[in-house]
């Protein structure tokens, strides 16, 4: 795992990832399946493609849950899609986003080396308010996120590979 930052506005960063064995055209289907979503992530209740499906301005909804933060839905836009390497997309707004998260599949010892990694803003999000009603507290906040992300993305990325590899 990799991280950087420790305030909102300076965009803190996650990153974790796994090798899978198979090939990245094998691990790309799994991970454009947004709807998938919630059997690999504990926060993620539900989700839906809104228009077409896995290809850059195709949007996404994404119902949410977390016990401190409570429940909250966004809209994503997929902001890159190069196949099979790169998946982005862009929560709320893909000009300013709340939160960019993107995948990327590399050839690696007859495998693929799956990374997944998070940048939080610029726009404000639901952590946001946390930060404004304890401003004194916010590196410390923005931390435990970090370590939440890190903890549901490196299930998420086992999961693809469970399932990729099992198959």
Not at 3 to 31: K, L, S
Not at 38 to 46: C, G, K, L, T, W
Not at 77 to 83: D, S, Y
Request: proline share 8%; glycine share 8%; net charge negative.
């Amino acid at each position: 795992m990799e991280w950087t930052g420790a305030r909102y506005a300076d965009g803190p960063t996650v990153q974790v990832e796994t090798w899978v064995d198979a090939p990245p055209e094998r691990v790309w289907p799994a991970v454009v399946d947004v709807t998938a979503m919630p059997d690999q992530s504990p926060e993620i209740v539900h989700v839906e493609w809104l228009d077409g499906g896995p290809e850059v301005g195709s949007r996404f909804r994404g119902r949410s849950s977390h016990a401190s933060l409570g429940e909250w839905e966004t809209v994503s836009h997929v902001v890159e899609c190069e196949e099979p390497r790169v998946f982005a997309w862009a929560v709320a707004d893909p000009d300013q986003p709340t939160a960019t998260w993107r995948f990327t599949l590399d050839t690696v010892d007859g495998g693929t080396r799956l990374r997944q990694w998070v940048r939080m803003g610029p726009a404000p999000s639901g952590l946001s308010l946390a930060i404004e009603a304890m401003p004194d507290k916010e590196q410390k906040i923005v931390f435990v996120r970090l370590r939440e992300f890190e903890r549901n993305m490196t299930g998420t990325v086992e999961a693809i590979k469970k399932r990729v590899e099992g198959a």
